[in-house]
């Protein structure tokens, strides 16, 4: 059936801001159905509240919001767009549970707008756990046995059946969140009583323990006529009771004959099928018993998911591409194969080589969090490689982590080794065990041990042997012949491994392995294993026989992506990455992407001319670069649009002599490179906070007192804000020097002088050499000392003048001119008693450019990519990639104002305190936009949280000294606009003493009252409280503050950590009482700033 | 370290003990895996990820030389139940990493251990996907794997030998696989109808699939005339897959018209599927390199619907796609395709009970979606009654 010619517009449903369990793949399988949509001549309406996303920006629909993904915004787009359908698979749970809530109310019927890709029965049959139990046992296979529970006493009723331990798992959330397993009653209350909590539907199910299984997972995807295929099956490393977000995972299924495969398969298709997912793709997960086959269905996912976005990448076979075609009326006969080209969609892709994905964590930001892996997801990111074998593509994957302790390593001695100590740990899943089970198997323990000790399957821990055998053969070889040497390299041993096994350098070996011509050859994933020709260049590196990968003879730019998401370094960056090839394409260019993670939208092989999917290590790039040169012209390699992992590499590459496109590699030293920096900025006269670098306690104490308390400390030479605190005096500094760091002339340690109560700047700006394009000026809402990565900001700039924009202006030029910066440039400031410090400046992409393109309706990546490659500002104000006059610091008056807000991932991580500080622990971020400040805000409130903040009711309010002056105006409004306050005595007597009504709660020390007067925590858990005002202490127990917030967390009530949180908050609530409001798209957006500008330069007598 | 001592450095074969030589003076050099020794045959690739025992012990791999796309081989073993036949009949085996460790709670022995007890030369280490590529470019061709001590003579020589080898095109290899005896698969849960099947390299899920469905499967050697079938009273003919050409099969295509003149229903998969091609005038050809795995799909001409299947054919019948054809049987039609590249996937009579597919309905390996087609040779068999 061709495509249906009764829908004219569809509106599709992102998945709104990164959070762990839902990440930037839903933004390639958006973007991918944005651009199928529009290929085929639909009107595509966007909602998505991210705006480091690709898919928001302009040119991806016809009408893109950047506004919350809640029903009643997205219903007020409806209203004004009136779609003809609603496309809800492509975004994650968020846009499902969005597309349900929409049709439950009504929404979407009073509309007309009708659900396509999926519809609401068929979404029930596969995410309502007794209906889907019973459509797995209707077609004769099996689930666990399990209970349905909508209360405690009915989870304990269950146990006696089913018996410890029991698998728990919440109804209707994404990513596994509140899930767990109980091995006793007291983690039976803890867990079930989260997920009772995290359900929209207070419905958890209980059920018999299959850890230790093997774990599968199918997807499928079936169209109108009923035709269905297997596109990918992944097999996990680690067996059940560790969520697939958090395994290892492995494609294809390895350990499987065709008999267990096929009957898995038949059973996914009886699923697909009773499900009632007729136009699309899901996800089925399966657990079998390693000892005698016996299968079980755990769940399904009736939507494109994570896993799909990873089986697309991992195959060829775009599954969101494709399931979009399927929603507007296409079979998958009639879509021809995008690889092969010749050949139909309608078949099942076949793999000649093997996957491996690795997941990433963030423990480190989050101290005191369990780094137990369970079926609740904790990775913030996941790496990516393809190799012609098992041990080939791991340790691919695993140097893809960037995780120098990731990669697997040879101690000098096995005697240093203790196996038993080793077996005992790896017996707890966490994030380290691989790199255990390796050690234990080459330090003598048995495969057998080590199975029974991590349940990962035999020939898995066979194939990590052999790794360890061929390191042995390394390390003793007298000198590694051609022969051996490829054998090594075919196992995934990188140089710098080989290196460390043979104590010579990584450039040694590369040379020695140059002179013997061992290099590896390019593959392409093509689908089909060979079977049919492939059409698209989409390639991964091994050593085997023969190059297939044949560089064109173009003029070439290789770009750099940014590896797997961490914190600090995501979307945004991806985001940079895309726009450079979409314009550098555009340009004429041959663009190449090299990049290993497959949620993202630059590891398309649509996004560019050329993919590399490879690991993003100096020999991994050389390679390439190598290949590359052998035809054409390489005019270059970006570095600086990926974040900090191509920049780290800058140096290195310019030394092979490799053509760096834009900032030179000693530019970038210069920024980065304190001593340096400093040079920069007295030249150019412009103020730094006072600081030195210290190698003692001693100096680093003499160095505060020289600067003044406040100090900021940290380690040299780290990303993120790592392991960086405020302190405020010397018992502080001694505190934290003894715990958080070592401290000598090798690993000396920053102080800065900390400016209290300074306004943060953060500036884009983008320099040709000549002319400097000021792309954005935001100002935080957070005070200084709060990462700007985890601070809400705002653009324009609310209380900056002119006269502080132009200093900002000029301060930013100085810099990039004293640096040498040709393409982008962040800069970091702080505004204090009217002095402009500079904090840092950044000679690269930062992960606000694609929030600043968005606010100022200008494509600031691209312009930026352009002047990379020899374009001037000039040049790109003529063409129109960037506006004819003025820039992102004169904004006109009137243009909207937007601001961004930080996500959290405190929900994941029970237990870790949410106060804000100086190392960033947000894993993403939303946009709001409107004409006022406090509606902008409300709506990025909105957006970050589910419920946003609340219009009514209690407002819990406890606050540190320091913040008492100016915390009462904010509450005072708070308590005018009918907010009742509630407070600790001490912040109470303050209150009323400026004359605002203020109860009081008891402290948690307090304890209970005589008659049972609740303490704040217990109010909180009791529900009695709606809003949450806790500013730290500066100095101080916090124990009391911690509790309060971890309550917080855990009822998900909006909880502010700072004055100036308050205030912006306060402001918000204030104007949505006021008024209802609006939804605007970003092309009206860009219009508005294109009619405001014109109408300022008529005043200006320019027009 | 006891269970695993005898794995160790079994990765590191030292020097390249193997070479695989291609018609074409292409040699390349992997490492000796299964027996050692010297072996021919036409070198074809089969697709599939799963299925290395069904593949193997597929009668209709005979004089073949079969070559795994996918990278690691042998991870699950053999075991006693997914043997399509009772030995393994490829000539030659070509995989890229052979697994060391068995893994699978069937297993009941590991995949080398088998190839070398039965005598199956094999070589493992080479570039499978550059040969794929270059058999894909070049088409079929006659190999030899050479191992241990027949590695060391020099690359003409091995040539030399390599084209002295019988080629597959005009090879009549029936009576090299079918039955010596007559035997009986007892139909499943009461008889209901009983089929003559005519082994030409029968896989044993094909009597299976039919059992199931209530047939009691009477498998006749090759070489009976319809005579000694037609005392069996069947209800319905069947004529299985097998290797060789089928422009050789003379007495097959004899058989299967006298089924058809009596009216009997006849169902053919695979070389059957040649077969009535053939007992209904048409040509078959060569294909380049075949359709060899389980992920190709097939369209149902009647239904428009696609079904992922099991192939593992290097001939094809040649017939008109469009439209109903005339045939000294009646009128008959092509009812399906494969959409990857349009070869005629089945026939079928629509004027006598007769039809047949080219691919594998009975799948082992591959999936199960043409399940349906021993439905429809039920069907056939009552409406005849």
Redesign the interface.
Known sequence: MPKRDDIASVMVIGSGPIVIGQACEFDYSGTQACRVLRAEGLRVILVNSNPATIMTDPEFADATYIEPITPEYVERIIAKERPDALLPTLGGQTALNTAIALHSAGVLEKYGVELIGADVEAIERGENREKFRTIVSEIGAESARSWICHSMDECLQAVEDLQYPVVVRPSFTMGGAGSGIAYDESDLHRIAGAGLQASPTTEVLLEESIIGWKEYELELMRDN???V??IC?IENLDPMGVHTGDSITVA????????E??HM??VGIDIIRAVGVDTGGCNIQFAIN????RMIVIEMNPRVSRSSALASKATGFPIAKIAARLAIGYT??EIPNDITK???A?????????VVKVPRFAFEKFPGADTTLTTNMKSVGEAMSIG???PEALQKALRSLEKKEAIFSWPADRAEVDCADLLNLMKRPHDGRLSLAQLALWA?S???QVHEATNI???F??QI??IN??AD?IRAADSLDA??LF?AKSMGFSDRQIAQLRNSTETEERRHRHSLGIRPVY?TVDT??????ASTPYHYSSY???N?AFPTDREKVIILGSGPNRIGQGIEFDYSCVHAALTLSEAGYETIMVNCNPETVSTDYDTSDRLYFEPLTLEDVLEIVHLEAQSGNLVGVVVQLGGQTPLGLAQALADEGVPIVGTSPAAIHLAEERGAFGQVLARAGLPAPKHGTASSFQEAQLIAVDVGYPVLVRPSYVLGGRGMEIVYDDSMLADYLERSTEINADHPVLVDRFLDDAIEIDVDAIFDGTDLYLAGVMEHIEEAGIHSGDSACVLPPITLGPSEIERIRESTRAIAEGVGVIGLLNVQYALADGVLYVLEANPRASRTVPFVSKATAVQVAKAASRVMLGASIADLRTTGLLPLHGDGGTLPEGTAISVKEAVLPFGRFHGVDTVLGPEMRSTGEVMGIDDTFGVAYAKSQDAAYSGGLPSSGVAFVSLADRDKDAAIGPVRRLSEIGFTIVATSGTAKFLRGHGIEVGVLRKQHEGRGADGEPTTVDAIMNGDVDLIVNTPYGVGPRADGYEIRTAAVTKGIASITTVQGLSAAVQGIDSMQSMQPGVRSMQEHALDVARLRAEADVLDGRG | ????DD???K??R???NAVLMLEDGRA?RGFAYGAEGTTFGEAV?S?????Y??TLTDPSYHRQVVVM????IG??GV?L??GESSRIWVSGFVV??P????????ASSSLEDELREQGIVGVSG?????L??HL?ERGAMRVGIFSGAAAEAPDSTLLEVVLASPLMQGADLTSDVTTAEPYVIPALGGRRYTVAAVDLGIKSMTPHRMAQRGMEVQVVPANFDWDQISQLAPDGVFFSNGPGDPATAEHAVDVMQAAITAGVPVFGICFGNQILGRALGLPTYKLRYGHR?????V?DLST???E?TAHNHGFAVDAPREGPFRTPFGNARVSHVC???DVVEGLECLDVPAFSVQYHPE??????DADYLFDRFADLMAQAR
Not at chain 1, 252 to 259: E, G, K
Not at chain 2, 126 to 130: G, N, Q, Y
């Open positions: 006529k009923d035709n295929v297997v099956s294809p299924a390895l350990t499987l004959t065709d008999r495969y096929q398969r038949d390693p000892d005698d086959g998958l006969d010749s050949t139909p309608s078949f099942e892709p076949t793999l000649d080589y093997i012609r074998s098992f003598g048995s495969l057998e399957d035999p020939w821990l066979d042997m052999q055998e061929m053969v022969e051996f054998a593959k089909c294993a060979a079977e049919f020709e085997d026989e023969e297939e | 370290m006891s269970a695993s794995h160790v450095g990765n590191h030292g020097k390249r390349m690739f697709t599939g990820m799963t299925g025992q069904e796309t996918a990278p690691h991870n699950t075991n139940e997914d890229r990493d697994a060391r460790r068995t893994s699978n709670w069937r080479i570039d499978t996907r550059a794929t590529r894909r795995g389980i992920n190709q799909p369209q428009g619907k696609v992922v959409l990857n590249d799948a082992a390996a591959g999936p199960h």
